[in-house]
């Protein structure tokens, strides 16, 4: 199968393509690996609304949960052995894009129980299940970067695990993040591990910045206001890529666990779906490029960026200082910032805690009709 040439121009550029979406059906019919094949993706994220979204709408299903009730599991077990089973599954149609790349790619996440987001304690413990249930090295523990996540996020890299971090939303806690990750490694180092086997990405939410804000610059409706609609989630995005250029290639604190064969925790672009219709569909792809990243896309994105996307890699580097002047004109005309963040990450939780819930209560429901 030939790749598409603008997906394979955009991993040329560095970029590895990653796809934000899962399913049993997805693997067991070879569009996965359709995937890889035709559209350069080396990777898959998952989450608890792409879960909810393949377990809830097909009966793929049916038959495991029908047998795993039968043998007396509860929910929680019951959808920790059928989202452990994907995963696993799909680490097996990627483990050649993983032993190509080096471990760099061929990866698939899958993310703790969104109700420990606030309890490090719990989430260190989930980790570590997930790890071991799935058992492939390729897998990705995704942790999301809440204050209570930062320090689980050290601790289970200290195990040895490979974590994707979710979630985040500001430079600030990108920042911590970083903190974070090389405390990790530190730890990993002390207790024996091979670090050059841990893998990172930092996951920095796009969309998500900009329909917020937006929303806020047409409330507040100047026209100086609404010349800045559309800019916030680029440069949000941008000024991470700077913070990672400073830690990663010009700090002094990587460069010694770099020599014990760390590798740099990349950053991830998530949530690049356009979700303003009045925007470029491929916008949060065609503006992101640089080396070293990735991008994790919808089905619906990826279709149009192979459709029609372009490949500006002049998009992010030396772009910081553009960058915070747009955060700067943002403050200026009444934004608030750390505000904005504040509930964008209050809100991901929420809104893969009622994803979570919702999967939970129609597999629940499937439990008790196994059972009747």
Known sequence: MTQNPKLAELSAAGVSVWLDDLSRDLIASGGLQDEIDGRSVVGVTTNPSIFQNSIANADTYDEQIARLA???????????????????????????????????????????????????DATVAQAVELWNLVDRPN?????????????????????????????????ERYGEVIDAFLNGLDAALENGHDISKIVSVA????????????KRLDAIGTPEAL?????????????????????FELGVRFPDLKAQGARPQRALWAST????????????????????????????????????GWVNTSSIVGKAAESREVFDALTRVGIDLPDVFALLESEGVSKFEAAWDELLTATAAQISAAKA
């Open 70 to 120: 039968a043998e007396g599991a509860d929910v929680d077990a019951v959808l920790t052995a059928i989202t452990t089973d994907d995963v696993r599954a799909a680490c097996g149609v990627f483990e050649q894009v993983w032993t190509d790349s080096d471990g760099v790619d061929g990866r698939v996440s899958i993310e703790v129980d969104p109700r420990l987001a606030h309890d490090t």
């Open 273 to 308: 779906g356009v979700k303003n219709p009045d925007y470029p569909d491929t916008l949060y792809v065609s503006e992101l490029v640089a080396p070293d990243t990735v991008n994790t896309m919808p089905g619906k994105t990826m279709e149009a960026f192979a459709d029609h």
């Open 227 to 247: 010349e800045l609609r559309g800019k916030a989630g680029l440069a949000n995005a941008r000024l991470a890529y700077a913070a990672f250029q400073e830690v």
């Open 203 to 214: 996951s920095f939410f796009v969309s998500r910045v900009d329909t917020e804000i937006d």
């Open 139 to 171: 897998t990705l523990i995704k942790i999301p970067a809440t204050k209570a996540g930062l320090p689980a996020i050290t601790r289970v890299l200290a195990e040895g695990i490979s974590v994707n971090v979710t979630l985040i939303f500001s430079v």
